[in-house]
């Protein structure tokens, strides 16, 4: 049985900046929080803080959002802000890595 939808997004950029970070940020916010379905939504740079051996530190920006399920997360997928979203900023990303995992509750 599929439970929430956790998609966790880390994006590795060219120009790592602080507003450079800041800018991917914000477009994250501006254009990727609010979708249907959002039960939680986060956007934010590395916390450089936690530098433990555990930690993963490849990346300059976070995007965590927890949809209701799959149908809400494949509707976000396609949504024009979404879309707008990929086609602004892609062009700044080195890499984007994407973790999609259930709830298993």
Known sequence: ???????????TLHDSS???I????KACHDLLRGHAGE????AGPLAAEFD??????????ALVV?????QAHDDYQVS???????AENKAGW??????DSYDAR
């Open 22 to 25: 800041a800018r991917l940020v």
């Open 80 to 86: 024009p802000r979404h879309q707008r979203f990929v």
């Open 52 to 61: 433990r051996p555990v930690n993963v530190r490849d990346f300059h920006v």
């Open 94 to 99: 080195a890499a984007v890595r994407v973790f």
């Open 39 to 42: 039960l939680f939504f986060a």
């Open 18 to 20: 602080p507003p450079n």
């Open 1 to 11: 049985m599929q439970g929430a939808l956790a998609h966790a997004v880390y994006f």
């Open 66 to 70: 927890v949809f209701t399920g799959m």
